[in-house]
């Protein structure tokens, strides 16, 4: 049974914002500082993100999952180091009963249901820029053979036993559910039929001879793992919930079905009356994508982080790790959990009509725009609500005003009619704060925007390693005021080019603000990649000098050439983020497979 604590995390909504910005001491971000860690640590990084079911077309919440693997990935490859290798894989989960179901439903052969609907997933992600290496579909036939491999190679370890499972089984969940975790609901006509007590789905008994593997042997196992490494689930919550979970007592798990029952899927090899448990199956796509079971998969195991929805949680942080121990294997690397999307408070089902299409929201809001909403307003550890005047407001607030305006501001031409990234005047702007001087223009607030756009992007990076990426944006977008202000604090509409006095301070305050510009440009390529592009294009940074590791920030404040000093800027190609009319917003209604 799941204790109240861990109900609470699995199924609360209405989400809360942490906060923020810590408060760093002045220092110099140097590439070195990040990319040295990461020297140090495995040159290969594998990001996943579940594999999609096909009975229903793509909604919200799928596209969340995969653009938290998108940006993880995104953001690992700009880090560096430059010989670091990124794989990203995504992918359909085609095979099992409720696919079986789906398409008898539409009256389509799985295979064709299969494909259409693999499809849309594979149109929605290029469409929403994902930048997947690997998209894996469970029907293909090199993932047969992996399944079947790995298979062999549990049953050679005599983890397999044949046995009579008798109990409740969930289709839509495709999992088995002991007694206590399944409750009756009333039905329209006042009649009641037994559901899961975690998702609300219908269940139904059933009783037949499948292959059974021994997972209570792995209660032990699992405990250390998860002991010894307690970055292995992130958020901590998680973690704690499947400690939680190992302190009760773990049955073994009937990893098949009679194929009379279940013939959509992959036959256990030698015995064809029998259909390998779908989330055996689906859990084996990570091994298929690297090569597995060629030993080439071992470059890339286990160097790999899982992306997952809390509701998974107990099939990646208990089976797949036990099933990967039993075949003499190790366990993923981490494990990152996020919770759910709720639309107007309410979970999102085709039943209540509430469902939100992710194409409809990426054309009416911009792939860059939708992007930036989800990843800035999702937090892992609560389910958020959608509703569309709340993508409006942070969208215009965040990207179109504070961001769009601060570039405006600093490279229209009535202000910087050289269009140049123009000179910094150690004078004006000592490095030593609190020096006094005629020339000395500086304030302690300018030094503290300097120390805040120093420290970002450790800070963001340490964001991403705890999969926060909202704490990272809303650590941008805080510098991002800081920066506004900074620009309206000296008012450089009010200095004159001609005058010999304020040129320099003039220029000065331009160059600061341009140089808080590309460190947040260079730091949002992994959410908003267009959008960076633009900003980083408008101001003359070419492809090369958009890495994290050579991020230096205001290189003329501590001493050091600026190589965009008297640089061209680049060409005006229009508004950064056009503002998005509040009067045209409407909750997106339900969409059809
Ligand atoms: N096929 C399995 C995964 C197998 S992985 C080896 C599956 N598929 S799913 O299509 O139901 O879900 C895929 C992902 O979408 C999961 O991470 C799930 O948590 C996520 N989401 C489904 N609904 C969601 C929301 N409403 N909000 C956010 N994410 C949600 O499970």
Not at 48 to 57: G, R
Not at 88 to 107: N, V
Not at 162 to 168: A, L, M, Q, R
Request: positive net charge; charged residues 20%.
């Amino acid at each position: 049974m799941l204790g109240k604590s861990v109900l609470r995390l699995l199924g609360r909504t209405g989400a809360s914002r942490l906060s923020l910005l810590e408060d760093f001491a002045p220092r110099y971000y140097s590439s070195g500082s990040l990319s040295a860690r990461d020297d140090a640590r495995d040159a290969r990084a594998y990001f996943t993100t579940p594999i999609f079911y096909v009975n229903a077309a793509p909604h919200i919440g799928h596209l969340y999952s995969a653009l938290l693997a998108d940006a993880l990935s995104r953001h690992r490859r700009l880090r560096g180091p430059s010989t670091a290798a990124t794989r990203f894989s995504t992918g359909t989960d085609e095979h099992g009963l409720k696919i079986q179901q789906a398409a008898a439903t539409a009256g389509l052969a799985p295979t064709e249901l299969c494909d259409r609907v693999s499809k849309h997933f594979q149109q929605l992600f290029q469409e929403a820029g994902i930048s997947c290496t690997d998209f894996i579909r469970t029907t293909e036939a090199r993932h047969r053979v992996a399944v079947q491999h790995f298979w062999g190679v549990l049953k050679s370890r005599g983890l397999l036993y044949k046995g009579v499972y008798e109990g409740w089984y969930c289709a839509s969940d495709e999992c088995f559910l002991p007694e206590a975790k399944v409750t009756r609901q009333l039905g329209p006509l006042g009649d009641s039929f037994p559901v899961s007590l975690e998702s609300g789905h219908p269940v139904s008994w059933t009783k037949e001879e499948n292959y059974i593997f021994r997972l209570s042997q792995f209660r032990e196992p699992l405990q250390r793992w998860l002991r010894g490494n307690p970055q292995a689930i992130t958020p901590e919550p998680f973690h704690h919930v499947v400690l939680q979970w190992l302190d009760e007592e773990l049955p073994d798990l009937s990893v098949s079905r009679r194929s009379s029952h279940l013939h959509w899927g992959i036959p256990v090899p030698g015995d064809d009356s029998q259909t390998i448990y779908v989330w055996l199956d689906a859990l084996v796509n990570y091994l298929t994508v690297i090569g597995y079971p060629n030993a080439e998969f071992k470059s890339w195991w286990p160097a790999t982080s899982h992306i997952i929805g809390k509701d998974i949680l107990k099939f990646h942080a208990i089976y797949w790790p036990a099933f990967l121990l039993g075949a003499g294997m190790s366990p993923p690397q981490r494990i990152y959990v996020h919770s759910h999307w709720t639309v107007c408070g309410q979970k999102m089902s085709k039943s209540l009509g509430n469902v939100v299409d992710p194409r409809t929201c990426l054309n009416r809001y911009t792939v860059d725009g939708f992007r930036y909403f989800l990843l800035r307003q999702g937090v892992p550890n609560w389910d958020c609500d959608y509703y569309d005047e709340k993508v409006v407001k942070l969208l215009n607030s965040e990207l179109a005003d504070a961001l769009g305006g601060l570039l405006n501001r600093c490279t229209a031409k009535r202000i910087n009619p050289s269009e140049t990234y123009p000179a910094f005047c150690t004078t004006c702007f000592p490095s030593e704060p609190g020096l006094v001087g005629p020339s000395v223009r500086a304030q302690a607030e300018d030094y503290a925007l300097v120390s805040s756009v120093a420290t970002l992007p450790k800070q963001v990076a340490d964001h991403y390693d705890n999969f926060q990426i909202y704490k990272a944006l809303e650590a941008v977008s805080s510098c991002v005021r800081q920066t506004n202000g900074f620009v309206q604090r000296h008012a450089p509409w009010k200095l004159k080019w001609e005058s010999p006095v304020d040129a320099p301070w003039l220029g000065t305050v331009l160059h600061v603000a341009l140089e808080c510009l590309r460190v947040f440009g260079t730091l949002l390529q992994p959410v908003t990649p267009s959008l960076a592009d633009k900003l980083l294009s408008r101001l003359g940074v070419s492809a090369s000098e958009r890495n994290l590791g050579e991020l230096y920030f205001l290189p003329r404040f501590y001493g050091h050439p600026c190589p965009f000093e008297g640089r061209r800027l680049g060409p005006e190609t229009g508004l950064l983020f056009p503002r998005l009319d509040p009067s045209r917003t409407w909750l997106v209604k339900a969409h059809r497979t």
